[in-house]
């Protein structure tokens, strides 16, 4: 199989590069790119056209809800994962209306991403009702 | 817009900067705002999640009210003890009590609600009624005049993402309850096991993880009106327990035996064919009769396109509002979006037309600037064939330039300084050429027009520079 295409968004400097030295680690991943809010999300989604987007939700400027929103209407749009250090009904809602494929709890980010590209690498159907927290 | 910015406005410089290293640490990006000499942000106060308001003289506070009030859709504020029991004239619902020193739970937790309250507001529609002109979109209009002032409960019908939100909020906005709140629940996009204490709260205890009492959304609307979307998509348990509230105006929270009276209008919302549900065994024929009392439907967008450039008009009014760029679309845009079948209906215009604010912000849509699913067909073709032409150029400047530097200086080169050189002596004798003619000299090299002119852009030539 393909490596997965993979762009990561997130306002936090550290937190982008934790993700970079993990996803780097992790087989099957290609890192394309990395983003500090949402509308860097989209011009880099549209460019790069990645397989999965792992996006924070809270950002300066454009969070990540309505950048998901905006990339789900592109053509061919990856599978986005919302990352969230509010891991509630609410926030849970919000991320499925908007068209999110997953949601993350940033308390669990390394265990969560590892479960999420196992199942796309398995090639399962990811949703976001069953999404890893 | 579920920002992490949260702006700290406190004279204790102590407090402050230790506000800002927690804040920072669970993952906010805090601002303190200097306070000597005083200046507020360059920020709109909406471009905030909180602004924690602490020690301020009365004069930096009647700034900062100025500044806050000047914006109606300004961030919530935290108050620091000193502000505590005030609200500098703002309302109640956006004014929080966060005590010194910091007790992470308080602190979580308002921080939670403030972004849940954030993302609703973000989720409301903006707009004031169904907009638009067509036979379809009076008669709605018509029908939410006539039902708003009874208490009945309506029946919102229509395809996902035509703006059945909207209709909802217009009876709620021209009915008696105006002043009262509008709550609005998605029953689809909440898990069924968490449904029930979403809509009736729950006490302490009731099940893990409830570890305070916490009010449900019919408790919220208490009073206006509670916006049950997605209805179609509840559980038949569920089903049930709204039955008994349209029936009897009582409801229990979970874990509690006392019953609850409830004023509440309830709108209900389905993009599914609710008879069919009960065909099909999944909704109740009972709940249904009660829900369907005064039932409303949406047109689906194609079957209104003329209200197209209207509805257009009003979604980039209202970026433009919020600080988006201005979007403007050419009359061949339109024309092409008039053409397409819009599964997704006025969301996916709103989704499509914000898109393109934030990827072409103050300029003009053009046709090839659409996602491939709205382009005609045609110029779908047309667009391949010039994609195709544009590559032709670089390959023959890339043989051009093996000719004539077929090895690599000693000291080596910049090749990104070197090809743009290339380019710009190409596109020079192009518009030598083509007599300074921009759209020939395109055709010369086998460019867009559109193209061509954003490449004399960036590299600064001008038409009569060429040409002299």
């Known amino acids: 199989m393909d490596k997965i295409r993979t762009v990561v968004v997130d306002d936090h400097v550290d937190f982008r590069r934790l993700a970079q030295v993990l996803l780097e680690e992790v087989d099957g991943v290609e890192l394309l790119g990395l983003g500090a809010d949402g509308e860097e999300a989209i011009h880099l989604c549209e460019r790069l056209r990645p397989d999965l987007l792992i996006m924070d939700l809270s950002m300066p400027r454009m969070g990540g809800i309505q950048a998901t929103r905006l990339i789900k209407a592109q053509d061919d749009p990856p599978l986005i994962a919302i990352v969230s250090i509010y ?23 390394l ?23 | 817009m579920s920002t992490s910015r949260i702006l700290l406005l406190d004279a204790d410089t102590e407090r402050a900067s230790q506000l ?27 471009e905030y999640l909180a602004v924690v308001l602490g020690r301020l003289s009365a004069e930096q506070r009647d700034a900062s009210r100025r500044w806050l009030k000047a914006d109606p859709q300004h961030a919530p504020l935290l108050m620091l003890p000193e502000l505590h029991g005030e609200t500098l004239g703002f309302d109640q619902a956006d004014v929080w009590s966060l005590d010194y020193p910091i007790r992470a739970p308080q602190l979580t937790e308002i921080l939670r609600r403030v972004s849940v309250q954030q993302l609703d507001a973000q989720a409301t529609p903006q707009a004031s009624g169904p907009t638009g002109n067509t036979l379809a979109i009076r008669r709605v209009r018509k029908m939410i005049a006539q039902v708003a002032a009874f208490d009945t409960t309506v029946l919102v019908t229509g395809e996902s993402g035509t703006g059945k939100e909207v209709v909802a909020r217009a009876i709620h906005e021209s009915s008696g309850r105006r002043d009262k709140p509008f709550v609005a629940v998605n029953c689809g996009a909440i898990p069924s096991e968490l449904l029930e204490s979403e809509l009736f709260g729950h006490e302490k205890g009731a099940f893990t993880g409830a570890i305070t009492s916490r009010q449900g959304r019919f408790e919220m609307a208490e009073g206006g009106t509670l916006f049950l979307d997605e209805i179609g998509d509840m559980s038949l348990p569920m089903q049930v327990k709204i039955l008994r509230v349209l029936q009897e105006r009582t409801y229990e929270r979970v874990g509690s035996n006392t019953s609850r009276q409830c004023d509440v209008r309830i709108i209900a919302a389905t993009h599914r064919n609710l008879e069919l549900r009960i065909h099909e065994g999944a909704f109740r024929e009972d709940l249904f009769y009660r829900l369907n009392v005064f039932p409303i439907e949406m047109p689906a ?24 760029g201005d979007v403007r679309f050419a009359p061949e845009t339109i024309h092409a979006l008039r053409s397409y079948v819009w599964p997704g209906n006025v969301r996916e215009l709103a989704n499509l037309v914000e898109r393109l604010a934030v990827l072409h912000p103050n300029s003009t849509v053009d046709v090839h600037d659409l996602p491939e699913r709205y382009r005609p067909k045609s110029v779908r073709l047309a667009q391949q064939q010039e994609e195709a032409a544009d590559l032709a150029p670089n390959l023959r400047l890339s043989d051009e330039l093996s000719e004539f530097s077929e090895r690599l200086p000693d000291e080596g080169l910049d090749l990104k300084t070197h090809m743009a050189e290339i380019e710009q002596t190409l596109i020079r004798q192009a518009l030598e050429q083509a007599g300074g003619v921009v759209s020939q000299a395109a055709q010369l090299l086998r460019l867009r027009r559109t193209t061509l002119v954003e490449k004399l852009r960036k590299y600064d030539l001008q038409r009569q520079q060429v040409q002299s």
């Open chain 1, 87 to 109: 891991d509630d009904s609410e926030h849970r809602a919000h991320a499925a209306s908007a068209g999110a494929d997953a949601f993350i709890n940033k308390a669990d980010f």
């Open chain 1, 111 to 133: 265990g969560s991403v590892a479960n999420l590209i196992d199942a796309i690498r398995r090639g399962d159907h990811v949703d976001i009702s069953n999404s890893a927290a």
């Open chain 2, 20 to 46: 800002q290293a927690v804040l920072g640490f669970i993952d906010y990006s805090p601002e303190v705002q200097d306070l000597d000499p005083f200046e507020l942000p360059q920020a709109k106060p909406r």
């Open chain 2, 301 to 324: 967008l194609r079957d209104r396109l003329e209200d197209l450039p209207l509805l257009i008009t009003e979604i980039s009014d209202e970026l433009r509002e919020f600080g988006r």
